[in-house]
């Protein structure tokens, strides 16, 4: 397919110091629009250094990072956000004291064009803005399965839907690249399952998926492509049956019966 | 137009709301019909003024920045105005837009080097400022030195009105704090109250939905110590004389306890109340003379140790357990009504 060839996120020869410790070395490879690349490697790999290196919370000490042929190297996280990359975090990382509503609803800010000055006068132009916004974070909550839950606080949330939350809030925010952290991290069979489902209608909604998963199952059925990091080196890319029989991967892992 | 069903707890805690404000500004509106002691009148008015100083306080706490310096514009705005009156002869109604524009000017330019931390070095930076205002305006010998200024006048007649009782200075004063509660409750319950809250709760996450909580926390300083400066004209017309000492001293660490006192998490009511009681409750000690001071300091501490919601905290935890058993009993009521009319 001629979508799929389009390079959406280009990695260039990134690296990362924190003091002594070479977080990552040179990274390189690209995402294309609409896939689901997946990025895995043993703890302490970089994935997550990475994942901040992209969005803006670390700037790298040399390479560049390109989005849509955007250079986006160093700028601002509220920049990176607006240009459409979402991300949810590792550790959860929501409006703890906010309800659910409020949660997804505040991921909507980017999407207001009329003037805050309309907005704090509450102008009907913005009040009808601020009802479409409404309506369409009903229906994300609905679409992450989190609609009965609205008026939960999301600090009362199960550790699985406060994942979902997590991400129904990247969603309002209406990114063209999603980075998810360990989405399925600490969930049950069938909570994975329900989650890998969800991930799969994020991408048929054209949404590309960048995500970083110590779940190797969950990674392989999931993506088109998987990137291998180890010791914030590059060590290998292609389609998930490559990567399962890669030697260097294997031994990476230890001899972890991982694969 | 789209009108979408907000939820039921939303409704529940806005109408609380309104018809909490609506009652209290009946009855402040009242109390100068019902009192004749003209020193009662002086500490409502002077309450309205510290309720005004303490929403600033909280608007920018609702931001995510702890100010420990919100009495700084309150003396800017009052000497702001008291030189536009005397010195530049302008009217009292003249000086208040141009002390706001003042204001507002120092405070982008202040704020945009203090709000680029936004943990404890605000707090400090925001303690030092304050300090550093009072010095600084006492070494002036154009604004009276240590010395102040003095023969402030009152604001000038509108018609009959020439604010020389308390009464009238009160309604003014009153009319004040109004506006303020309705600007602020405009601004919180749009999304640029949503984006402080985000950047409160989260300023990691709220980058990544795009909000700049440099941005945003530099506008909450603003509004907020514009709001301040309004506040320091009226009292400096009203008090009629002021001093650096009266903005650096206790003052200064009261503003912020009225927002913790009233609840820190109600931006408009916890200050107004929290106001008026840290007004009225140390005049009421003034019987035990020099011990004031310090039964109010182990009051207030009690309070932020036993009952850190503060009052209005306190009050509506309380009143959630009470409206949840009135909901059951009722239920339970209706159920056996039920029962009965089946049987």
């Known amino acids: 397919m001629v979508e799929q060839q389009m390079v959406l996120l280009k990695i260039r020869n990134v690296t990362r110091v924190f003091g002594a410790l070479i977080a990552l070395r040179d990274v390189s490879f690209e ?5 689901i690349l997946g990025l895995i490697g043993p703890n302490g790999a970089g994935k997550s250094t990475l994942f901040n290196v992209i969005s803006g919370f670390h700037r790298p000490d040399k390479g ?6 955007t250079e986006i190297t160093g ?6 956000a607006a240009m459409g990359i979402g991300r949810i975090f590792q550790e959860p990382t929501l409006f703890m004291q906010e309800t659910v509503f409020e949660n997804v609803f505040s991921g909507f800010h980017r999407h207001y064009r009329e003037p805050a000055w309309k907005a ?4 009907p132009a913005a009040n009808r803005e601020e009802a479409a916004g409404r309506k369409k974070a009903e229906e994300i909550l609905d679409f992450m399965d989190l609609g009965a839950m609205r008026d939960e606080l999301a600090a009362n949330l199960p550790h699985g839907h406060q994942r979902s939350l997590a991400i129904a809030i990247a969603l309002a925010c209406g990114p063209e690249l999603l980075l998810l952290d360990e989405p399925v991290t600490g969930m049950n069979p069938s909570e994975t399952g329900v989650m890998i489902e969800k991930i799969r209608q994020i991408r048929e909604q054209g949404i590309t998926v960048l995500i970083v998963e110590h779940d190797m199952r969950a990674v392989m059925s999931l993506c088109d492509r998987i990137v291998v990091l180890n010791l914030g080196e590059k060590l290998v890319e292609g389609p998930p049956d490559k990567i399962k029989n890669d030697p260097g991967v294997i031994e990476a892992y230890l001899g972890k019966q991982v694969i | 137009m789209v009108k979408l069903p907000n939820s039921p707890a939303i409704i529940t805690a806005n109408r609380y709301k309104w018809i909490a404000i609506a009652i209290i500004l009946i009855a402040l509106a009242a109390l100068p019909l019902c009192i004749e002691n003209n020193y009662i ?4 008015i002077m309450a309205c003024i510290g309720a005004i100083l303490g929403m600033t306080f909280s608007m920018l706490y609702s931001a995510g920045l702890i100010t420990l310096g919100a009495a700084a514009f309150y003396a800017v705005g009052a ?5 536009l009156v005397m010195n530049a002869g302008l009217s009292f ?3 208040i837009p141009l002390t706001l524009i003042i204001a507002a000017v120092l405070a982008l330019g202040f704020g945009a080097v203090f709000v680029r931390n936004a943990g404890v070095a605000f707090v400090i930076i925001t303690l030092i400022f304050v300090q550093v205002v009072v010095l600084a305006v006492a070494q002036v010998e154009f604004l009276g030195g240590w010395g102040g200024i003095i023969g402030i006048p009152r604001p000038d007649p509108i018609g009959n009105v020439n604010f020389a009782t308390k009464t009238e200075f009160y309604y003014l004063v009153l009319a004040m704090l109004l506006l303020t509660i309705v600007v602020f409750n405009a601004l919180y319950s749009s999304r640029i109250g949503r984006a402080w809250r985000a950047i409160k709760l989260s300023p990691n996450l709220a980058g990544t939905l795009g909000i700049n909580p440099y941005r945003y926390r530099l506008l909450a300083f603003v509004a907020g110590s514009t709001a301040a400066a309004l506040a320091g004209c009226f009292y400096a017309h009203y008090a009629q004389s002021i001093t650096p000492g009266a903005f650096g001293g206790w003052l200064s660490i009261y503003v912020q306890l009225y927002a913790v006192l009233g609840g820190l998490e109600f931006y408009i009511l916890g200050p107004a109340i929290g106001a008026l009681v840290m007004t009225f ?3 009421y000690l003034r019987m035990v003379k020099e011990w004031e001071p310090i039964i109010t300091g182990i009051l207030l501490l009690a309070v932020i140790l036993f009952f850190p919601g503060g009052i209005l905290g306190t009050i509506k935890g309380r009143q959630a357990l009470s409206m949840a058993g009135l909901r059951s009993l009722f239920k339970s009521l209706k159920s056996r009504t039920k029962r009965n009319k089946n049987g």
């Open chain 2, 281 to 283: 409750v140390p005049e």
């Open chain 2, 79 to 83: 000497y702001s105005s008291t030189i």
């Open chain 2, 93 to 95: 109604w003249a000086a």
């Open chain 1, 31 to 35: 995402v294309n629009s609409s896939e």
């Open chain 1, 120 to 123: 704090f006068l509450h102008t």
């Open chain 1, 64 to 69: 560049k990072i390109f989005f849509k042929d």
């Open chain 2, 41 to 44: 009148k002086h500490l409502l």
């Open chain 1, 75 to 80: 700028l601002r996280v509220d920049r990176i």
